[in-house]
Structures are given as C-alpha cells and as structure tokens.
C-alpha cells in the first residue's frame, strides 16, 4: 500500500471510529500495534512495560478518538500519545532502565522475532564476535542516551519518521530536532567508535 492510500484508509478508519465503530478501531489496532509496541519498547527496554503502555497507548487513543484532526496522520499521533507514554513511564520510574532490547530483533505481524541483521557470508567466526559486540554495544549507547536524544534517533533512524512527524510528535520547532538527532548520532558515534572501522 502507498502512502496516499495508507493515509485514505487511516482516514475513513478514524472517521468510522469516531461514529463508534468499534470494528474500525480494532483495525486501527491490528495495523500500529505492533509498531507502537517496538517503539515504545525501545525506549523503555522492558516487555511487560513496554506491553502495558502499549496498551494504555490505544486506550488513550480510543478515549480521544473524537479529537483526532486529520492535520496529522494516525501514524504521527499515535507516536505522539506513545511517546507520551514513555515520557511518563520515565519520570514516575526516575531510574536508568534495563538494557533488554536488540535493534537486530523486531516483532512481526504473527507476533514473531525476526532475524534483521545481515549474515556474514564468509563465516569469519572473528567478524561475526565482533558485529555481536558492535550490536551489544550499540544497545549500550542508546540506552545510555538522554530520553530527548534517544527518543528523536529512534524515531527518525529506527522507525522512520520524517522531521515534520517528528515535530509534530514531540511538539518542538524542526530545529531542535536536527539538533536533538545530530547530537544523538554524534554522541553514538563517539561511544562506537572504537568498534567501527575507519
């Protein structure tokens, strides 16, 4: 599906929903939670947490339905209300969170892992120690990031939301997203590059 007819279809399903079509807002549900799901798991690098903002992400989206204004997309909006969520999540915790997740694993449709790295042809049992470690250690430094940091280079590098997404998503002046994103991605590169090759 191209993204104009992902926008149509999100638009007649918020429209159905907003009538109390239950229906149309289980869809809604099935098409971004696992996204949702990933995203907020990322930030938060806990499963069962991550599985209950997850839910209460909808819960809150269903509540509020009636006020979505299609100047965004549902996708942006459900970012927002997610990364909400987290923002949330991360002051009542006020504690460094565990270091759980992969960037290598995602969560597919059936609710399986999938492998998303790409396999070493040549077998180099060396080469394959060491992308392990760049991938353990690439976890270490995103988690080590600051909420603001890590939340703008999962967005636009991990799930790939434009800059106006984004904006809109944490409400901040394009600015300050680059901004936000080339601090982030300079900060990774100072913590990685002892494992990356020049």
């Not at 992902?6 to 229906?23: G, K, P, S, Y």
């Not at 509540?63 to 209300?81: C, D, V």
């Not at 006020?94 to 597919?108: C, G, P, Q, W, Y």
Request: overall charge neutral; glycine content about 2%; proline content about 3%.
């Amino acid at each position: 599906m191209v993204a104009g007819n992902i926008m149509q279809a999100d638009t007649a399903l918020v429209q159905r929903a907003q009538a109390n079509d239950r229906a149309a807002f289980n869809e809604i549900v099935h098409r971004y939670k696992n996204k949702v799901y990933n995203y907020i798991f990322r930030m938060v690098h806990n499963a069962v947490d991550a599985e209950d903002l997850t839910q209460e992400t909808f819960v809150r989206a269903y509540t509020s339905i009636r006020s979505f204004q299609s100047r965004a997309s549902l996708n942006t909006w459900l970012y927002r209300i997610a990364t909400n969520q987290c923002i949330d999540y991360s002051r009542k915790n006020k504690r460094v969170l565990a270091n759980t997740t992969s960037l290598f694993e995602d969560i597919n449709d059936e609710g399986e892992e999938r492998q998303r790295d790409i396999p070493d042809l040549s077998f180099d049992p060396q080469k394959m120690l060491l992308n392990k470690e760049l991938g353990r250690r690439l976890e270490d430094a995103l988690t080590s990031l600051p909420e603001k940091l890590r939340t703008v280079v999962l967005l636009y590098d991990i799930e790939g939301l434009s800059y106006d997404e984004i904006t809109a998503i944490l409400n901040c002046p394009l600015g300050t997203v680059k901004s936000r994103l080339f601090n982030a991605r300079s900060s990774l590169r100072d913590k990685l590059s002892p494992y990356m090759q020049i």
